[in-house]
Nanobody, 114 residues
Framework: VQLVEFGVGLVQPGGSLILSCAASGRFFSIRAMGWYRQAPGKERELVALISSGADINYAESVKERFTISRDNANNTVYLQMNSLKPEDTAVYYC?????????WGQGTQVTVSS
């Protein structure tokens, strides 16, 4: 499974950005897709995760601001990020889990700064 991310950007505080990630390759099914992020000097953390059945988990810090969605037919996951804060600055990694293993995208930089 290859994960390709789109949506790198520099945005001002309070702004919005959409990330997308498309999975390709040979696989039977993808159970969960989502996003993690890693800020400088910090550990990678969950941002949002959505199952094939549309069960969703959000980090507390992004609830009410971020929305994850998924297009199962095209194996694509989206992250709509609103009301961005400087503390959202990080490298965002796409994640996908099949019944056999997990996969990661290459990461895309999101910088929130005035």
């Amino acid at each position: 499974v290859q994960l390709v991310e789109f949506g790198v950007g520099l945005v001002q505080p309070g702004g919005s950005l959409i990330l997308s990630c498309a999975a390709s390759g040979r696989f039977f099914s993808i159970r969960a897709m989502g996003w993690y992020r890693q800020a400088p000097g910090k550990e990678r953390e969950l941002v949002a995760l959505i199952s094939s059945g549309a069960d969703i988990n959000y980090a507390e810090s992004v609830k009410e601001r971020f929305t994850i969605s998924r297009d199962n037919a095209n194996n694509t996951v989206y992250l709509q990020m609103n009301s961005l804060k400087p503390e959202d600055t990080a490298v965002y990694y796409c994640y996908a889990a099949t019944p056999l293993r997990s996969y990661w995208g290459q990461g895309t930089q999101v910088t929130v700064s005035s």
